[in-house]
T-cell receptor, first 118, second 114 residues
Framework: AQKVTQAQTEISVVEKEDVTLDCVYE???????LFWYKQPPSGELVFLIR??????QNEISGRYSWNFQKSTSSFNFTITASQVVDSAVYFC???????????????FGKGTKLSVIP | DGGITQSPKYLFRKEGQNVTLSCEQN?????MYWYRQDPGQGLRLIYY???????QKGDIAEGYSVSREKKESFPLTVTSAQKNPTAFYLC?????????????FGSGTRLTVV
């Protein structure tokens, strides 16, 4: 079974501060995908990133960056120079990689509520 | 544009009633999923279906039922056996292959028991 842990329930930062959201995962499978989603107050899930377990290269996209470390089973997400519009609940999730059989549902963490204060 | 349509956006149910949440996709995705979201609980899997006429229970299937008669449709029925149905329900789909592994989510249905 897979498990995703987001230990930070709520985080508050002042606008323009950097903030890192932690994600730790558990799986016995060697190939899997990791995801981050953003959920604004309206409720829809906004896809941010997907990483394959074979690819530990860290990624930067604008103010967002992700640090994937298989050795510690972590996939942390950093927002640089936070803005009020970043206020949302952020979810880390895991699914198994395609193998021709099995199921591929997403297993989610409980989410981290980020509040950016102006 | 392709996507997932969930309806209704808000739904009110009296205790003891069954209600059905609609989920329709025009993405030609094989797999569809239903998740339930409670405050502080994240998203938990209720049911999923990987092909037409087949579906599997997720982690919290008790009190729910589904059908998958068409590839495009995966309705969720919340039965009277579900003791605490007030929650936000999200439907998702994906096309499982070696190269395409993205998930699409609907905008959700908020169910309230009155």
């Amino acid at each position: 079974a897979q498990k995703v842990t987001q230990a930070q329930t709520e985080i508050s930062v002042v606008e323009k501060e950097d903030v890192t959201l932690d994600c730790v995962y558990e799986t016995r499978d060697t190939t899997y995908y990791l995801f981050w989603y953003k959920q604004p107050p309206s409720g829809e899930l906004v896809f941010l990133i997907r990483r394959n377990s074979f690819d530990e290269q860290n990624e930067i996209s604008g103010r967002y960056s992700w640090n994937f470390q298989k050795s510690t089973s972590s996939f942390n997400f950093t927002i640089t120079a936070s803005q009020v519009v970043d206020s949302a609940v952020y979810f880390c999730a895991l699914s198994l990689s395609y193998s021709g059989a099995g199921s591929y549902q997403l297993t989610f963490g409980k989410g981290t509520k980020l509040s950016v204060i102006p | 544009d392709g996507g997932i349509t969930q309806s209704p956006k808000y739904l009110f149910r009296k205790e003891g009633q069954n209600v059905t949440l609609s989920c329709e996709q025009n993405l030609n995705h094989d797999a569809m999923y239903w998740y339930r979201q409670d405050p502080g609980q994240g998203l938990r899997l209720i049911y999923y279906s990987q092909i037409v006429n087949d579906f599997q229970k997720g982690d919290i299937a008790e009190g729910y039922s589904v059908s998958r008669e068409k590839k495009e449709s995966f309705p969720l029925t919340v039965t009277s056996a579900q003791k605490n149905p007030t929650a936000f329900y999200l439907c998702a789909s994906n096309f499982v292959s070696r190269t395409n592994y993205g998930y699409t989510f609907g905008s959700g249905t908020r169910l309230t028991v009155v």
